[in-house]
């Protein structure tokens, strides 16, 4: 039986009435049932309880009519017992289940990438000017050729150091996917389909997608292998590691389940572990197995999340033969996740990056791997200080979904997001046109790659690649020894 909630709304949706002309535009497009029209009063009203704040109504109201507010907290103020715990725990007392959310970690940990600052030339080894000069940012993925191997495995070049991170078919919409596709091909980067397969009408794209092979084994056949340019094999989700993943059979159409290959509206469940992997050696030997599955011609990455010892588990993985490693820290985003593992499991990315690149350097094996970062990408100033901390390239996810119009209400996991991106309702998906939605991720890509270039040029540097790992680019503020020693920089004010 449904219970009352007893904890106050969250946000309040104000219509300016003056200005409201009666489209009923916002009535269509909530995907939450929050904006109502009561046709017999000739009525519009919000149900506030309902407004989950993804700013839909607001964005597409053509009378610029509506508001919504963020509540101020009604409840007493508690250092202790803060607002959310005791939502939490409203929540739960109603449905006795575990919270749900989706995107990454919303928590107020250190943002590590705010308290790094970059470098630039002045006078000596004078700063280039790359509106001027020829400044590179194509960048190779893949395991350096070793001297007198007998099989090589090709390098995959992209364009920037930059990448779409996996979004399964299934968590997102075709459209979404479709969008990451185009503009991956389009920019000469890569797209990765994470871990439901890649829908039979975009193989076209398939010579810029990584094609990921995750515990469900959704969507993968040989087919499937050979036509990605890199096999990514899913170990672990900066926003969940640890545990497997949920699809709800809602999400699972016909579209999705012959993409996945699993019965129509069937719960897609993927395992916490994959069930033949339970060391370094059984990875080695699935590595194998895929590479002799696609005859030595894709690049091999492993996904782990970044947890504590994640420097000794990427030197294994390395070791195991892989190609390139992915590591996703915990501001990752995800299309569900449990909400206690989204905010408080993992480490942030920068720290596993100076982690896993010192560890890879230590060992003498850092040139054989690629390393690409991903968990929390905000800006092209972040893309360039995970590779002076040590990435070759990054994957992005929020970012890219901010591009199609998410606002980031943390709801993807109900299915019913109204931007059409984590949805497979036709009636909601077909808001976002795919040739539209590549053309603002191709803008994304295409600026923050001039900003790449612009820092790049300030410091005096004229390729991507020359500033992989160099930590002399970048200084500490407000950080302490522990801190400054694990990610391997000085603090500011402190001389080459
Ligand atoms: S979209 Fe704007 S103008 Fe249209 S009904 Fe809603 S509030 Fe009124
Ligand atoms: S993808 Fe949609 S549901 Fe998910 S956070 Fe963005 S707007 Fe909300």
């Known amino acids: 039986m449904p219970t009352l909630s007893l904890m106050p709304t969250e946000f309040t949706v104000v219509?300016?009435?003056e200005k409201c002309i009666k489209c009923l535009a916002c009535v269509r497009q909530c995907g939450f049932e929050a904006q109502q029209y009561d046709a017999e009063d000739d009525r519009l009203y919000a149900i506030d309880a309902n407004c989950v704040n993804c700013q839909r109504c607001v964005s597409i109201c053509p009378a610029g009519a509506l508001t919504i507010y963020k509540n101020p907290p009604p409840l007493r103020p508690h250092a202790f017992w803060t607002e959310n715990h005791l939502r939490n725990i409203a929540k739960?007392?109603?449905?006795?289940?575990v919270l749900l959310t989706g995107m990454g970690n919303d928590q107020p940990f250190p943002a590590y990438f705010d308290r790094l600052l970059l470098n630039a030339s002045q006078v000596t080894n004078p700063s280039i000017d790359p509106l001027r000069e020829p400044m590179e940012l194509r960048t190779y993925l893949g395991r350096r050729?070793?001297?007198?191997?007998?099989t090589r495995t090709p390098l995959v070049p992209i364009a920037t150091p930059i990448m779409f991170s996996a979004m399964s078919y299934g968590s997102i919409s075709h459209e979404a996917f479709a969008s990451l596709a185009r503009a991956a091909k389009e920019f000469d980067t890569m797209f990765n389909t994470g871990e439901g397969g890649l829908p039979g009408d975009l193989y076209e794209y398939a010579d810029h997608?990584?094609?990921q092979v995750a515990s469900g084994r959704f969507g993968v056949h040989a087919d499937y292998l050979n036509a990605?340019?890199?096999?990514?094999i899913k170990i672990g989700q900066g926003a969940k590691p640890g545990i497997g993943g949920h699809l709800p059979g809602e999400k699972i159409t016909a579209p999705v389940a012959a993409t996945r290959m699993i019965p129509e509206g069937t719960d897609a469940l993927s395992p916490a572990p994959h069930h033949d992997i339970y060391s370094i050696e059984d990875l080695k030997q699935l590595i194998f197995t895929?590479?002799?599955a696609t005859r030595y011609q894709k690049p091999v990455s492993v996904k782990v999340s970044a947890v504590h010892n994640v420097a000794a588990i990427a030197s294994g993985i390395a070791r195991a033969g892989a190609d390139i490693i992915a590591i996703d820290g915990f501001r990752g985003g995800t299309g569900a996740a449990p909400t206690m593992i989204r905010d408080h499991v993992g480490i942030p990315i920068e720290l596993a990056i100076a982690a896993v690149d010192q560890r890879l350097r230590d060992e003498g094996i850092r040139n054989q791997v690629s390393l690409v970062a991903a968990g929390g990408f905000r800006s092209s100033a972040d893309v360039v200080k995970a590779i002076a901390l040590g990435a070759d390239a990054v994957y992005i996810a929020t970012a890219a979904l901010i591009a199609l119009g998410c606002h980031l209400c943390q709801k993807c996991y109900t299915g019913k997001c109204s931007w059409g991106i984590a949805t497979q309702d036709p009636y909601r998906s077909r808001r976002l046109n795919p040739e539209i939605g590549a053309e603002r991720l191709y803008n994304l890509l295409r600026g923050w790659s001039h900003e790449i270039k612009e820092m790049l040029g300030g410091m005096g540097i004229n390729s991507i690649e020359s500033l992989r790992g160099n930590r002399l680019h970048l200084r500490g503020v407000g950080l302490n020894e522990v801190e400054l020693k694990l990610l391997g920089v000085k603090h500011a004010g402190e001389a080459m």
Do not use: D
């Not at 050729?145 to 007998?150: F, Q, R, S, T, V």
């Open 15 to 17: 219509r300016n009435e």
């Open 209 to 211: 997608a990584v094609v």
């Open 290 to 292: 895929l590479k002799e």
């Open 228 to 232: 990605g340019r890199i096999v990514e």
């Open 145 to 150: 050729p070793e001297p007198g191997a007998k």
């Open 92 to 97: 739960q007392a109603e449905t006795g289940g």
